[in-house]
């Protein structure tokens, strides 16, 4: 079936056509993609069509697209049963690999997606302090937790939505949403609602407003001032983790949150989260503890599967390598935007990167609304015609994975050329 007949049905029967409102495609104009199947470094669509992938199911798929180690340990675990509602070895495997990447994380509770692990742990933050205010930064996106809703990223910036109706007020007033990168504006913060302050969260690599690194100092400052303050600071490593490193930002860096929470490539592609951090934080969460969580598929047995499969692979890689492809990849996009006089800026974190079109520097939300969404929206397009398959936001990041190669790397900058001598 033809790419427009499949999201007309779609939009028929599911809102907006999709399942996670950026897939539609309504920043950039046009159909989405329908995927078929993928394998690699490529995706399928309904017509046929191959595609060289960046978006990597926005973050998990880090080993490629059925990698063959992770294929057959999702046919092993399923031939045994697909859910149990019980315990299994699987989610204390999992546990274990946690526990011995992050050395913040001495206990692990598993859940069904990064979203239910941010709001566990604002949950649990509260529960420890006995406070209510809560410190993200603008940009960031945490899930769609009410809560975490204010001023977020991803596809809420995407769409130009403040917040969302249906977040209850009250909540929206506990949360203080405060510039990223901006240490001077978190002590003012701190020092006037610190009393009141149960956790700060943030990604510690933003990629959610497009890729912003921290700048030095920032994340000392987290977690000098909320150790002052009493309050907990976590990590959301749901994008990072696993992704910049075997662990994460926290083991390149060495600063130690109280609480970190991981998602995407734990699974291996199928849905999972968790939460960690150290065993006197952790043992306040039931049945230990007072404060709830439960989740009928937490730990669900191919989801851990599936991310055993792909720890363990990715303990044997190298993540040098990727981080080669990615220079090359970002060096190549450069050369072509300035040989063409096109305003860019390209931010990269490891195998993370976004092409922002603008001229200044990208260091928050606010400059990294300056990109020129319009000139995003005909270059995806550009290099969709192409075969190349970005995330279809300005505001999201691009993932580059072990399945890659120099020769893709070559087609991606070569239909680059192409798509920017059409525009």
Not at 162 to 179: F, N, Q
Not at 194 to 201: E, M, N, Q
Request: glycine fraction near 12%; charge should be neutral; include cysteine.
């Amino acid at each position: 079936m033809e790419m427009e007949n499949l999201f007309a049905e779609a939009q028929n029967i599911i809102p907006g056509g999709v399942n996670s409102p950026v897939r539609a495609f309504r920043s950039v104009g046009g159909s989405p993609r329908f995927i078929r199947e993928a394998a690699g470094a490529t995706v399928i669509d309904a017509e046929g069509r191959t595609y060289i992938d960046y978006v990597a199911s926005w973050g998990p798929m880090i080993l490629g697209h059925s990698h063959p180690e992770v294929v057959a340990a999702i046919r092993e675990a399923a031939g045994k049963g697909t859910s149990y509602g019980a315990p299994t070895e699987g989610e204390i495997a999992m546990a274990r690999r946690i526990v011995a990447a992050f050395p913040a994380v001495e206990m692990v509770r598993m859940v069904s997606s990064g979203t239910e692990a941010t709001m566990t742990a604002i949950r649990l933050a509260r529960g420890i302090t006995g406070r209510e205010k809560i410190i993200k930064f603008t940009g960031c996106y945490h899930g769609h937790a009410d809560s975490l809703l204010v001023k977020a990223g991803s596809g809420v910036a995407t769409l130009g939505i403040p917040g969302s109706p249906g977040v209850p007020r009250r909540l929206a007033e506990l949360t203080l949403s405060l510039p990223y990168n901006d240490a001077d504006a978190v002590r003012d913060a701190v020092g006037r609602f610190g009393d009141d302050l149960a956790c700060i969260i943030v990604e510690p690599v933003a990629g959610n407003m497009g890729v912003v690194p921290p700048q030095q100092g920032f994340l000392e400052t987290l977690r000098e001032v909320t150790r002052a303050s009493g309050s907990l600071l976590i990590f959301d490593e749901v994008i990072t983790g696993f992704r910049v490193a075997y662990g994460g930002w926290q083991t390149l860096t060495g600063i130690a949150p109280d609480l970190t929470c991981l998602g995407k490539i734990i699974g291996g592609g199928l849905p999972v989260g968790a939460l960690g951090g150290r065993r006197e934080v952790m043992e306040h969460l039931a049945p230990t503890g007072p404060v709830y969580q439960a989740g009928t598929l937490s730990g669900n047995p191919l989801a851990m599967a599936a991310g055993i499969a792909t720890l363990d692979v990715l303990k044997r890689q190298s993540y040098g390598q990727i981080d080669r492809l990615v220079q090359e990849l970002c060096t190549g996009y450069g050369e072509l935007f300035t040989r063409r006089g096109i305003p860019h800026r390209i931010n990269r974190v490891g195998s993370m990167f976004t092409l922002f079109f603008t001229a200044g520097e990208v260091t928050d939300f606010v400059s990294a609304s300056r990109s020129d969404t319009e000139l995003f929206a005909r270059f995806f397009q550009g290099m969709l015609s192409q075969g190349i398959y970005l995330a279809p936001a300005q505001f999201e990041a691009g993932f580059v994975s072990f399945a890659h190669t120099a020769r893709d790397i070559d087609r991606t900058l070569a239909a680059c050329a192409k798509a920017l001598a059409a525009l």
